[in-house]
């Protein structure tokens, strides 16, 4: 069974790169603008200084433990020395 391929089955196309339009399937997609927010509005702003307020808090929470532990190492050096 010998069966004749026309130009179409021969050629080599990649069907994935090429942008298809017709009836409401999405064409080439723009990443340069897909990551960006395009209306900043009041509860953007308040979730993003929510959030870097959280992020100070723990960095705050974290150094006061550090000085604890400090103070605490400290003061166990002193007593250790004054034997």
């Known amino acids: 069974m010998n069966f004749n391929k026309g130009v179409g089955m021969s050629a080599n196309i990649k069907v994935f790169e090429r942008p298809v339009t017709h009836q409401g399937v999405p064409g080439m997609k723009n990443t ?4 960006t927010r395009q209306i900043y509005d009041r509860s953007y702003y308040i979730t993003a ?12 929470n974290k150094s006061r433990k550090e000085i604890e532990d400090l103070n605490k190492d400290n003061q166990v050096f002193l007593q250790l020395e004054k034997r």
């Open 32 to 35: 340069a603008q897909a990551h």
């Open 49 to 60: 200084l929510t959030k870097k307020n959280k992020e100070i808090v723990i960095e705050t």
